[in-house]
Each structure stands twice: as C-alpha cells, then as structure tokens.
C-alpha cells in the first residue's frame, strides 16, 4: 500500500510538473491549483511616455517587496511593458524581472516590439494557458494594426472552443482596446491610446465569436493602451450579460493602482489596489459617466520643452519625417511627368 501509495504521488508530480505554465521574463511557476486564487492585471509599466530611465515606473519599482508578498498566484500585463525594448532588457532584469517572486505574463504592445527581438527573448506574441478552470488567452494586437487575422485568428478560436464545457472563466488580455473601435459609445473615450489606422476586424469577426463563448461562460476582456489623461488606471464597461471590458494601466501618476482579480471557484470579483496611497475608486464605478465627468490629470505645460526635445531626438520622429519627405518627392516627381505629357 505504501508503495502504491509513493508511485502516485510520483505520477501526479511528473504530470503537475508538466503542467505547470511558466513566465518567460522570470521563469517563475504559477502554483495556483485549486479553485480560488488571485491575480494582478496592470500595464504600461514603463510607465510616463517622459521615461528616459530605461527602468520600470517608480510606482511600481516602490511596490516591489509590497507585490512579492501578497498572495495572488501570478501578474497580468496588458502591454507596453518596455518603454524600448532594444536598450530596456538589461534594467529590466536587474531592477524588475530579477526581484520579482510571481510569475509574469504580458500582452504585447508597440514598444514591446522591435523587429523580432522579443520573439527570441520571451517566446510568441499570443498563447493561452489554463489555471484550475479558467482560461487565459493572450493576443499581439499589434501584428495586423488591431485586427486579428490569419494564424492568430485560428488560435483565437480554437482557444475560446477548446475544453470549454471544463471553463467556468475565459481572460482575454491584449494591448490595444480593440473592442471599442465600431462602438458609438466608446469611440473618443480613451483619448491618446493607440488605435487602428483603417479600422480593425473585432466588430465582424471577433464579436460574433465571443458572443458564442459566452453561451457556456463568462467572459472578460483586459487591455491596457491608457494615455496620460486618463481620469483613472481603470475602465469598466459591461456590454452584453456574459462579457465585460477592462482596462487597467500605470502611468507613474498619482492615480496609479493595479487591478485585483480574485477567483473564488468559478465567481469573479475585483479589487483596485493603489500604488500611491490615493484613495481607488472601485472597477465598477470606473464606467462611462466616471470617464466623462471626473476631469483627467492636469497637463504640465512646464513639460513641452521636454516632450518636444524627446520627439525630435526619437528614432520614430525621423522615420516619419524620412516618409513623408519621400511621400513629397513622388507627388512632385509625378505632377512633374503628368506635365510633360501634357506638353507633349
């Protein structure tokens, strides 16, 4: 019997082991195994756009031995969790990834990205894992300027399908707010984040797929893409009975706060916890009339200066004034030869 006894425990080791899900950024395991757990969901973590430190936001680097010792089982990042990623790596490391004891996950965002150099540090831009009976799948609305399309748009729905009749929760977590672009009520309400240039596919074929998911489950989706003005690190907005839209990011400002998840066999609630010691209104409170009558944080105008010496010493700066520059000498190039035509 003792035997029989050592050879299982064997066995459910060797297949606990196998399942276990692992960051890439700290090679931490998430331990969570039974039903009730908790989780953090936060972004932008390199925090103000003015972030020329190459490290985290202060906010967060201040809340380091805070997180590390409470009991949530792993951190959600909805994206932008470098301010560059080609110089960020190494500071990162030291001050970030290196000291923190939960296991780290992100969505990828705009200053993730960078030629294929995540890809080869942290693995792929979407993947999904399960935790005790929820589901968390994670997309790069970046690949097709917010649209999901081809290879992701496979796994997208064969993630939310499989071993559904065993989910009780799927988290969706992308960067951009993909969900509000076609959305009269969400058009204009995250001023500055980032958005699609022609317009994206959620509305016609990311919709109708959630609609479906959310017959057997709930479902929630995080994202993280907040400009400095927001009102607040957090927006709610309950569209439809089983799907709900979160955003949730840092800004290195005083409304700084991270989103608490808490799972307590199947039922969700939440918790905003502050970084700065300022009192956090509740996620549910944060909806639609919170966005359009709390005034945002006040703009530094003593910071042009600044922000116009880091546009124009920005790599980007110059990329679009290369493109336009070549985009004006065709035009000119063309009227040029219509002309001689003409002539002719």
């Avoid at 609305?141 to 939310?160: P, R, V």
């Avoid at 009558?293 to 110059?318: D, G, V």
Wanted: aromatic share 14%; charged share 20%.
């Amino acid at each position: 019997m003792r035997v029989l006894s050592v050879i299982i425990a064997v066995v459910f080791n060797v297949v606990f082991t196998k399942a276990q899900v692992t960051s890439p950024f700290n090679q931490k395991a998430v331990k969570a195994s039974t039903g009730t757990y908790s989780f953090f969901v936060t972004g932008h973590l390199h925090g103000s756009s003015a972030n020329q430190s190459g490290y985290p936001a202060a906010t967060l680097l201040a809340n380091l031995e805070t997180i590390n010792a409470d009991s949530v089982a792993f951190i959600i990042s909805t994206g932008d969790l470098f301010m560059d990623i080609r110089k960020n790596i190494p500071t990162y490391e030291k001050a970030l990834f290196g000291k923190l004891t939960k296991p780290l996950f992100n969505a990828v965002g705009n200053h993730d990205l960078s030629g294929n150099i995540y890809e080869k540090k942290y693995g792929k831009t979407w993947f999904s894992f399960k935790v005790g009976s929820e589901k968390f799948i994670f997309l790069d609305t970046e690949i097709n300027d917010g649209s999901i399309k081809g290879k992701q748009f496979e796994f997208f729905s064969n993630a939310l399908t499989t071993d559904i009749q065993t989910t009780k929760n799927i988290f969706i977590v992308s960067h951009r707010p993909v969900w509000t672009e076609g959305d009269d009520k969400l058009e204009n309400i995250f001023a500055g984040n980032t958005r699609s240039d022609f317009g994206n596919n959620f509305r016609y074929d990311i919709a109708p797929l959630l609609k479906t998911a959310s017959k057997s489950c709930p479902i929630y989706w995080f994202s993280g893409s907040l400009g400095g003005n927001a009102p607040a690190s957090f927006f709610y907005y309950k569209k439809e009975k089983n799907i709900t839209y979160i955003q949730s990011a840092i800004r290195d400002l005083p409304r700084d706060g991270m989103l608490k998840v808490n799972v307590v066999d199947g039922q969700i609630s939440f918790e905003t916890i502050s970084l700065t010691g300022k009192k956090m209104p509740g996620l549910e409170e944060c909806g639609l009339n919170f966005w359009k009558t709390i005034p945002a944080e006040s703009f530094n105008y003593r910071l042009i200066p600044l922000y116009t010496k880091q546009m124009l010493f920005h790599r980007y700066f110059w990329y679009g004034a290369a493109y336009a520059f070549a985009v004006v000498l065709l035009y000119y190039a063309v009227r040029k030869r219509l002309k001689r035509k003409k002539s002719a």
